[in-house]
């Protein structure tokens, strides 16, 4: 079994920053990657940002000069810097990963239960 667990959300101003975290734990051999989705009232969950096993990133469009994604594979925790927010930035942010268990060799994907970031105008 694995667990992700995500903290950092809130109520912040527009032109602020924040960051989030998500540790993962439990039976876990290996991670292949960890991410982050995010969804507001009336759209699709959407990707924001993702980091691969071997430190490469991928970040969606949106949010490109914005946002880092970075990791501490140590402590099996990821984390996502955003500056500058934006209204437009409110949604439930999800941290999602990939990973090998005893249960699962060959990878399973896991989420967390998602945190709120709210961007007062």
């Known amino acids: 079994q694995v667990q992700l667990v995500e903290s950092g959300g809130g109520l912040v101003q527009a032109g602020g920053s924040l960051r989030l975290s998500c540790a993962a734990s439990?039976?876990?051999?290996?991670?292949?990657?960890m991410g982050w989705y995010r969804q507001s009232p009336g759209k699709q969950r959407e990707l924001v940002a993702v980091i691969l096993s071997g430190g490469s990133t991928n970040y969606a469009d949106s949010v490109k000069g914005r946002v880092t994604i970075s990791r501490d594979s140590a402590k099996n925790t990821v984390y996502l810097r955003i500056d500058s927010l934006e209204p437009e930035d409110t949604a439930v942010y999800y941290c999602n990963a990939r990973i090998d268990t005893p249960y699962y060799r060959s990878g399973r994907d896991y989420w967390g239960q998602g945190t709120q970031i709210t961007v007062s105008s």
């Open positions: 439990g039976s876990i051999i290996s991670i292949n990657y």
